[in-house]
C-alpha cells in the first residue's frame, strides 16, 4: 500500500555520530541490512537474523522530549536512568529509529582512527578466535559502559547474556572485561591470591622443571578509559525532538505504511481506522515472521511517542506500567521498587524479577515491551504466567472508551470474550501487590539457563484463609506445553479448602497431570521430560509455600527438614573462574623471539574493530547479482517437474538455475550439486535464483513450483538397520580372543546408547562470492571454507574447465568446526555456474535458517555394547556395535564411522575387543566432520560402559578408570605401538591440581545431607589421536617473498578459522628469518599461491603448514647466509638489498610431509609424529 494520503515523512537518525537522511525510508528494511548494505558498516554482523545470536548487536540512545532527558526513565522514578541500550540491529525496523542515535562497532573506535579500550582489551587478552561474534561483544560491553562506567562483574556477565561465541568460551572474553569492573577481582586466579594479568610467575613445575606462567598480555598497556571521548547525543536531534512533538511521522513504500502517532487519541483513531494493523514495538515477536518475505502489513502502527503508554507510577492497588515500557525498564523499576515496600506487598515482583534475570539477552530486554509481550503470548513466554497467577489487570482504550480486563488465563487462551478487541490497544498494566496470606513463584527450565527460550515455564500463586494453611484461591500456569500459557483451572478449582500438606501435593499432581494432556506425538518433543517438570514445579512450590508458612507461624507449621532445604532458593551460577597457565619459554630464548610466546591474534584488533572482511563483508562488485535457493520439501522423492516460469516474472529475478545449466560435472561422484531427477533428503538444492537484490531473489525462490512423487523415506538408524541402508561397508576391528574373554569374566552387562546429532552453528553461515574474469573464463571465487583445493576441483569441474582457471580466496572463516569442508564447494559451485549463465559476479551468503536447513551436522549415533568385567573393575572382554547416521550422502561418514572404531577404546586397553561400525544411509542432510570427528560419540559410549561397571561393582568411577587404563608401553587394536607414561602423568596431575579426592570427599557429603539437591564430580582420561588416516594429507605447501624494503609476505596452504594459526606462521618467520613480527604479513590463504592444500582440520593445520614456513624461511636464510657473512654486523635492510643486487631470490616455496606413518623422518625433512593427545576432562 502506498502512502495514506500524506508524504512520506524524512527519516532522519544518526550513525557514529552522522546524520542519516532517508528519504524513502522503507518500513520493512531493517537496520542490519541498511548498515551493511547501504552504509557499508560491515562491522554489524549477522549471525542469525532473529534476534538470538548478538552479532548485529549496536548500541541506541534516544531522548524523550516529555521528560527533556534521554530515554529510558520515567516520570514517577527517581533511579538513574540507563540512557543507551543495546540492540539486535537484524530485528530493528529503521523507521523505529528516527531521532535516535545508532551507534556501531566502527563508532566505538577503529585502527583507523583510535581503538577503544573495550576492543584493545578484548584483542589483548585473547578474547577472540573467528573474530565473528567480537564486534557484538564489543557493542554489548560498550552500551553498558556507557551506563555504568564501573559496572559489577555481575553487570558485565549479565551485558553478554544475549552474545553467543562458538570458538573462544566465554571466560577470556569476561576476563578481559573484568578489568572495567569496579571491584577490582582477580580475572583468572581468584583463590591464589594472584592476578594472571599481572604476569606473575607461577614457579616451576616440579617434574619437569619447566616454568609455567598464567597472564597473556600487560595492563599496564591498556588505554585508559577516557568517557569524554565517546560521541554525545547529537543537539540536533534534541531539537527536533522538540519540534515534532505533535507530529505524526508517516514512512512509507510500495508495500508498507508506517505510522508514529504523537498522541493516544491519534492512536487510537488510527487503530479503529485500521484494526488490523500490529503495533510494532520491539519488532521481537512479529519481527521472527520476517522470512516469510509474502507476510506483510500494509499499516503499521509505532506506539513509541505516546506518553500514556510509557507511565509508571505506584498506586494504592500495585504498580502500573506502561504498555511500551521495555523489559530491561520493568527490570530496572522493580529492582528499584521492591526494597521501598512491605515485602509481603512484593512476592510477584519477586517472581516477575526472578524471570526477567534469565530472559533472553540485554539486548532482547532492552527492546521487548511489556505490551508486546502480553499481547504476542508465546507458548514459552515467561511473564505471562506469573501476571495472571498475580491477577494483573490490562488498562485498554479504543475510540470507544477505556476498560479494564484481568490478564487472566482465558485472555492467554485468546478466548474472544476475554481478549483485546482488534482496534482496542494496551496502554498499561496494573501488576497489583501481594499479602500476606498469598505466595507466589516462578520457575522456568531451559536448556540453557540465559538466552534460551524455556521448556517449560510456570507461575504458581496461593491464597489461604488468614492465619491458616487452607486454600482460598490457587493458580497454576504452565508456558512450553501448548500454544498458549496453560491454566490447570479445573485442578485448582478441587483443590480449593484443602489444606497445605503431603495430600494434597499427592493430588495435586495426579489432577495436574491428568488436566494437562500432552500426548507422546506432542509438538516440541521431550514429553517425558516436560510432564517431570510439571510436577517439578509444583512440588517446588509446595516447599517453597510449607518454608514460608513456617518463617510466618513458626510455631503453627514445622519447618522443613534440614535435608529438604536445598530444594529452596534460586540456582545462581555467580562469576566463573577459571586458570589459564601455560608453559614459559626457555630463559635463554631471544626476546625478540616470539615462538611460545602469547601472542595476540594477528587479527584480534581488526576483530573487535569490525575492521576484519569477512566474504559477506566484500563490498558489492559492479553487476552483482544475489542469489537464494530452492531446496527440497521431501525426504525422498522423484522430481516430475521443476515450473519456473512464475519467478521469472518476479521484478529484478534475473535467472533460474537448474542441474541442466551444470557445463561440466553436477557435483561430484557422491552428491549433486543441484538435484536432478529425484531428490534424497529435505533441504537438499534443486536449482537457484539470481536476481539484483536478495530480497527478489527470495521472493522468485518461493515462485518455483516443484511436483514430487514420493518415495518411501528411511529417516533413523532403527529405519535403516531395518532396511540395510548402509553407505559402506561395516568397519571392524579386534584384538584377543572375545569369546574366551567373555568367558572368563566375573560378570556380564550389556546395554545401549542413542546420541542424537548437533548443529555447528558457526557464527559465520556459508558464504561464496564468485566474480568472473573478463578473459579466458577465469574465476575467483571468494569462499569461507576449510577446504580451498576442493572448492577450486569441484568448480572447476562443474564449468567444465581446468583448475587453473579458478582461483580461490579465503582470509579468514567465521567458524566452521569440520562444517565447512566438504559444503563448501557445493555452494560455490551454485554460485558459480548461476556467474556463467549470467555472466556477472554472485554472491551466495546463506541465511541462518537456509544454512541449517542445507547442511547436516554432528552425526547421532547408537551403540550396543556387551561388557565382560571382573569383581575389581578390570573390563576383560567388550563387544561394540557402533551406528552412526550419516544422512543421505557419504560426506565424511566413511571416516567417521572408521574413527569411532579407531577411538573407541579412549584411554581404556581392553583386551578382548571386538569393534563394529555401521555408516547408515538415510533420508537426513548430510552429517559431516564435526569436532572430535567421532570421538565424542565414541567417548560418550565408552564411558557408559564404564560407568556401567562401576554401578554394578559399587567402585568409584575413577578407580574402575585407572584399572582399565593404558600402562607402560602398549599396542592399541590397531597395532600402533604408544606409550603410556604421558596419560598416567596427565591423570595424576589432573587429580592433584584439582583436589579430586577431598571434592569428591565433599560432594558426597552434601549428597548425603541433601534430600533433593545433588552435586556431582568426574575426572575422565582422555586419549585423542590427531591427524588423517591418510599419511599424504599431511603435507603442506608455503610461499615466502621478501620484498625489497625488508618486508616479508608469508603464504601457506592453511586456513584461518579462528585457531591463530596465521599468527603462529608470523612467529615461525620471525624466529626463522630473525626479524621483527611487524616486518611479516600474512595476506590470504589463496589457490593462486599455494596450490592443492589439504583441508585445515584434524588438528595438524597448524603443525604441518608451520613446518612448510619453516622450510621457505630455512631456504631463504640459507640464500642470504654469504651477503650475512660479508656483513655480520649489516641491518636485515641492507642484507636484502645486497642480495637483489647479488641476484639472488627473495622469494622461496617450502614444503612439509609426513614421510611415513609412524612418523619417522629423516635430517633434512624431520616428520611431526603422529600425535596422540592426553588429557583429563573434569
Ligand atoms: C531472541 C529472542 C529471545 C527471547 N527470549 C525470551 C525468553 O527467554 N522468555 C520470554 O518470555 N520471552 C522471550 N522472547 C520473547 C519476547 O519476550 C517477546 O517477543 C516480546 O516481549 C514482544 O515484545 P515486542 O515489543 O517486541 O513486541 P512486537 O513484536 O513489537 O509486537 C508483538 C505483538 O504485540 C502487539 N502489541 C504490542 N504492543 C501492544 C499494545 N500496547 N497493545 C496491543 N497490542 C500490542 C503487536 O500488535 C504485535 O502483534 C524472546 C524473543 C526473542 C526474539
Ligand atoms: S541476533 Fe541479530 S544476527 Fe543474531
Ligand atoms: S570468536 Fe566468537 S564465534 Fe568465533
Redesign the pocket.
Known amino acids: 500500500m502506498a502512502c495514506l494520503d500524506k508524504q512520506s515523512d524524512d527519516l532522519v537518525f544518526f550513525v557514529n555520530g552522522k546524520k542519516v537522511i532517508e528519504r524513502k525510508a522503507d518500513p520493512e528494511e531493517l537496520l542490519l541490512y541498511y548498515l551493511r548494505k547501504e552504509l557499508r558498516l560491515s562491522g554489524t554482523k549477522y549471525g542469525c537474523g532473529?534476534?538470538?545470536c548478538g552479532a548485529c548487536t549496536v548500541m541506541l540512545s534516544t531522548y524523550d522530549p516529555v521528560v527533556k532527558k534521554i530515554r529510558y526513565l520515567t516520570a514517577q522514578f527517581s533511579f538513574t536512568p540507563q540512557r543507551h541500550h543495546p540492540a539486535?540491529s537484524c530485528?530493528l525496523p529503521i523507521c523505529s529509529l528516527h531521532g535516535a542515535a545508532v551507534t556501531t562497532v566502527e563508532g566505538v573506535g577503529s585502527i583507523k582512527n583510535r581503538i577503544n579500550p573495550i576492543q584493545e582489551r578484548l584483542a589483548k587478552c585473547h578474547g577472540s578466535q573467528c573474530g565473528f561474534c567480537t564486534p557484538g561483544m564489543v557493542m554489548s560491553i560498550y552500551a553498558l559502559l556507557r551506563n555504568h562506567v564501573k559496572p559489577s562483574m555481575e553487570q558485565i556477565i549479565s551485558a553478554l547474556d544475549?552474545n553467543l561465541c562458538r570458538c573462544t568460551g566465554y571466560r577470556p572474553i569476561i576476563d578481559s572485561y573484568a578489568s572495567f569492573a569496579k571491584e577490582q577481582t582477580c580475572c583468572q586466579l581468584r583463590g591464589t591470591g594472584q592476578c594472571c594479568l599481572e604476569q606473575e610467575e607461577l614457579g616451576c613445575s616440579s617434574s619437569a622443571g619447566v616454568r609455567i606462567r598464567s597472564g597473556l598480555c600487560n595492563p599496564a598497556e591498556f588505554l585508559p578509559v577516557d568517557p569524554t571521548q565517546e560521541f554525545i547525543f547529537p543537539p540536533e536531534l534534541m531539537r527536533m525532538a522538540q519540534e515534532q512533538q505533535g507530529k505524526t511521522l508517516i514512512f512509507c513504500s510500495k508495500r508498507t505504511t508506517w505510522i508514529s502517532p504523537s498522541s493516544l487519541k491519534e492512536l487510537l483513531e488510527l487503530k479503529a481506522k485500521h484494526p488490523k494493523?500490529?503495533?510494532?514495538?520491539?519488532?521481537?515477536?512479529?519481527?521472527?515472521n520476517k522470512n516469510d518475505c509474502d507476510a506483510y502489513h500494509p499499516i503499521v502502527?509505532h506506539?513509541l511517542r505516546i506518553p500514556e503508554?510509557q507511565v509508571v507510577s505506584i498506586t494504592d492497588d500495585g504498580i502500573v506500567i506502561g504498555?511500551?515500557c521495555?523489559?530491561a525498564q520493568l527490570r530496572d523499576i522493580l529492582i528499584e521498587t521492591i526494597p521501598k515496600l512491605p515485602e509481603e506487598k512484593t512476592k510477584i515482583y519477586q517472581a516477575l524479577l526472578q524471570?526477567l534475570r534469565?530472559?533472553?539477552?540485554e539486548q532482547?530486554r532492552s527492546?521487548?515491551?511489556?505490551?508486546?509481550?502480553?499481547?504476542?503470548r508465546?507458548s514459552?513466554?515467561?511473564?505471562?504466567p506469573i501476571l495472571c497467577a498475580g491477577k494483573s489487570v490490562l488498562n485498554l482504550a479504543s475510540d470507544g472508551g477505556k476498560r479494564q480486563i484481568f490478564l487472566d488465563d482465558q485472555f492467554l487462551a485468546g478466548h474472544k470474550h476475554a481478549d483485546?478487541e482488534p482496534k482496542?490497544?494496551?496502554?498499561s498494566v496494573l501488576i497489583p501487590y501481594s499479602t500476606k496470606d498469598e505466595f507466589i513463584s516462578a520457575f522456568?527450565q531451559?536448556e540453557r539457563q540465559k538466552?534460551?527460550?524455556?521448556i517449560v515455564?510456570s507461575g504458581l500463586r496461593v491464597l489461604f484463609s488468614p492465619g491458616t494453611d487452607t486454600i482460598v484461591d490457587l493458580s497454576i500456569l504452565y508456558?512450553g506445553i501448548g500454544s498458549t500459557t496453560f491454566s490447570a483451572r479445573k485442578s485448582c478449582e478441587k483443590l480449593i479448602g484443602r489444606q497445605w500438606n503431603d495430600q494434597m501435593l499427592s493430588e495435586a499432581c495426579k489432577l495436574v497431570l491428568e488436566e494437562i494432556s500432552l500426548p507422546p506425538s506432542a509438538s516440541g518433543g521431550k514429553v517425558e521430560y516436560r510432564r517431570t517438570l510439571l510436577v517439578s514445579f509444583l512440588f517446588r512450590f509446595y516447599l517453597e509455600v510449607l518454608h514460608g508458612l513456617h518463617q510466618m507461624y513458626p510455631f503453627r507449621y514445622s519447618e522443613l527438614s534440614q535435608d529438604k532445604m536445598s530444594a529452596l532458593g534460586v540456582l545462581q551460577s555467580g562469576v566463573p573462574q577459571g586458570v589459564q597457565l601455560y608453559q614459559d619459554v626457555d630463559p635463554g630464548q631471544s626476546p625478540q623471539d616470539p615462538v611460545g610466546r602469547p601472542i595476540m591474534h594477528q587479527s584480534g584488533i581488526k576483530h573487535a574493530t569490525g575492521e576484519a572482511v569477512f566474504i559477506d563483508d566484500i563490498r558489492p562488485v559492479d553487476g552483482e547479482l544475489s542469489l537464494a535457493v530452492v531446496t527440497s520439501m521431501k525426504a525422498h522423492a522423484k522430481i516430475k517437474s521443476i515450473d519456473i516460469s512464475e519467478a521469472l516474472q518476479v521484478p529484478g529475478v534475473i535467472n533460474v538455475v537448474t542441474a541442466k545449466d551444470v557445463p561440466g560435472k553436477n557435483g561430484n561422484d557422491e552428491e549433486e550439486a543441484f538435484a536432478k531427477d529425484k531428490v534424497i533428503c529435505v533441504g537438499q538444492i534443486i536449482c537457484a535464483v539470481v536476481a539484483e537484490t536478495l530480497t527478489q531473489a527470495k521472493r522468485g525462490a518461493k515462485k518455483v513450483k516443484i511436483v514430487y512423487e514420493d518415495l518411501q523415506p528411511v529417516l533413523t538408524i532403527k529405519d535403516a538397520i531395518e532396511h540395510n541402508s548402509y553407505i559402506t561397508e561395516e568397519r571392524k576391528l579386534e584384538k584377543g580372543d572375545i569369546e574366551k574373554g567373555f568367558k572368563s569374566a566375573d560378570k556380564i552387562i550389556e546395554g545401549e546408547l542413542h546420541m542424537g546429532g548437533q548443529e555447528h552453528f558457526y557464527l559465520e553461515t556459508n558464504s561464496v562470492l564468485v566474480i568472473p574474469r573478463m578473459e579466458d573464463k577465469e574465476m575467483d571465487v571468494y569462499v569461507s571454507t576449510q577446504h580451498a583445493t576442493d572448492v577450486q576441483k569441484l568448480v572447476a569441474s562443474a564449468l567444465n574447465l581446468q583448475s587453473n582457471k579458478i582461483m580461490c580466496h579465503t582470509k579468514r572463516v567465521g567458524g566452521a568446526f569440520g562444517g565447512k569442508i566438504t559444503k563448501p564447494s557445493f555452494f560455490a559451485v551454485i554460485a558459480a555456474v548461476a556467474a556463467n549463465k549470467t555472466g556477472r559476479p554472485v554472491r551466495f551468503a546463506l541465511e541462518r535458517n537456509m544454512d541449517m536447513l542445507i547442511t547436516g551436522g554432528r552425526h547421532p549415533f547408537f551403540g550396543k555394547y556387551k561388557v565382560g568385567f571382573m569383581k575389581d573393575g578390570r573390563i576383560i572382554a567388550a563387544d561394540f556395535q557402533c551406528y552412526i547416521n550419516g544422512g543421505c550422502t557419504k560426506d565424511e561418514s566413511e571416516l567417521v564411522i572408521e574413527y569411532i572404531v579407531l577411538k573407541v577404546d579412549n584411554a581404556y586397553n581392553i583386551p578382548n575387543l571386538r569393534v563394529r561400525g555401521h555408516a547408515c544411509k538415510t533420508n537426513l542432510p548430510s552429517n559431516t566432520a564435526f569436532r572430535g570427528f567421532g570421538f565424542p560419540q565414541a567417548g560418550l559410549f565408552v564411558e557408559t560402559c564404564i560407568v556401567a561397571v562401576a554401578t554394578k561393582t559399587g567402585l568409584p568411577h575413577e578407580k574402575v578408570r585407572e584399572k582399565n587404563m593404558y600402562r607402560g608401553v602398549n599396542r592399541t587394536a590397531f597395532k600402533e605401538e604408544f606409550d603410556a607414561e604421558n596419560l598416567w602423568k596427565c591423570w595424576k596431575e589432573c587429580l592433584d591440581k584439582s583436589d579430586y579426592h577431598s571434592r569428591n570427599a565433599k560432594v558426597e557429603e552434601f549428597n548425603r545431607k541433601n534430600y533433593w539437591k545433588k552435586k556431582g564430580i568426574a575426572i575422565i582420561p582422555m586419549k585423542f589421536s590427531v591427524g588423517f588416516n591418510a599419511t599424504y594429507f599431511h603435507q603442506a605447501g608455503a610461499l615466502v617473498h621478501i620484498y625489497l624494503d625488508g618486508s616479508v609476505l608469508v603464504t601457506h596452504g592453511g586456513i584461518e578459522l579462528g585457531q591463530g594459526i596465521h599468527t603462529k606462521m608470523l612467529q615461525i618467520a620471525s624466529r626463522e628469518l630473525k626479524i621483527p613480527l611487524s616486518y611479516i604479513h600474512f595476506c590470504e590463504t589463496s589457490s593462486t599461491t599455494v596450490p592443492n592444500g589439504k583441508y585445515t582440520a584434524g588438528s595438524v593445520g597448524t603443525e604441518i603448514n608451520a613446518r612448510a614456513v619453516q622450510d621457505a624461511c630455512q631456504i631463504l636464510w640459507k640464500r642470504l647466509d654469504p651477503i650475512r657473512r660479508k656483513n655480520p654486523k649489516g641491518k636485515w635492510e641492507d642484507w636484502i638489498s645486497e642480495a637483489h643486487k647479488k641476484s639472488i631470490s627473495l622469494s622461496a616455496t617450502g614444503y612439509f610431509k609426513l614421510c611415513d606413518k609412524h612418523g619417522l623422518g629423516n635430517k633434512e625433512r624431520p616428520c611431526i609424529p603422529i600425535f596422540s593427545l592426553w588429557s583429563c576432562l573434569f
Open positions: 532473529v534476534g538470538g539486535n530485528l544475549g494493523a500490529p503495533l510494532v514495538v520491539g519488532n521481537t515477536s512479529l519481527g521472527l502502527l506506539p503508554m504498555a511500551t521495555c523489559l524471570q534469565t530472559l533472553a539477552g532482547i527492546m521487548a515491551s511489556l505490551g508486546g509481550h502480553v499481547v504476542s508465546g514459552a513466554w515467561d511473564l505471562n483485546i482496542e490497544v494496551i496502554v522456568r531451559a538466552n534460551a527460550f524455556s515455564n508456558g
